[in-house]
Nanobody, 124 residues
Framework: QVQLVETGGGFMQPGDSLRLSCAASGRPYSANTMAWFRQGPGEERNFVVGISRDGMTTDYADSVKGRFTISRDNGKNTVYLQMDDLQPEDTAVYYC?????????????????WGQGTQVTVSS
């Protein structure tokens, strides 16, 4: 089992930056690929970005390319999501996910463990 805890959400204004963190515990060595998903109001949960175990491979949704950056510190069992130039359409609950697969998946079913989510609200 892997437990994931997200922190760092908040209420932001357009153009602001925010960093989310996701700490893994339990059996973090089971978390090969890690990813962030988000679920906006009235929307399904969607893939935002994923990262390979060694951090060398990433995959971003088109909507966040150039604004969001994922990274991971395996020594701290933590993955980060740096979000720059936040926009109202980024408003969502952000979920951290971990999977045993070595391939970055784009769908919920590709991940075995999930955090509880953290709210990010962007509004002027």
């Amino acid at each position: 089992q892997v437990q994931l805890v997200e922190t760092g959400g908040g209420f932001m204004q357009p153009g602001d930056s925010l960093r989310l963190s996701c700490a893994a515990s339990g059996r973090p060595y089971s978390a090969n690929t890690m990813a962030w998903f988000r679920q906006g109001p009235g929307e399904e949960r969607n893939f935002v970005v994923g990262i390979s175990r060694d951090g060398m491979t990433t995959d971003y949704a088109d909507s966040v390319k150039g604004r969001f950056t994922i990274s991971r510190d395996n020594g701290k069992n933590t993955v980060y999501l740096q979000m720059d130039d936040l926009q109202p359409e980024d408003t969502a609950v952000y979920y951290c996910a971990a999977g045993s697969s070595l391939r970055i998946g784009l769908w919920d079913r590709d991940y075995d463990y999930w955090g509880q989510g953290t709210q990010v609200t962007v509004s002027s």
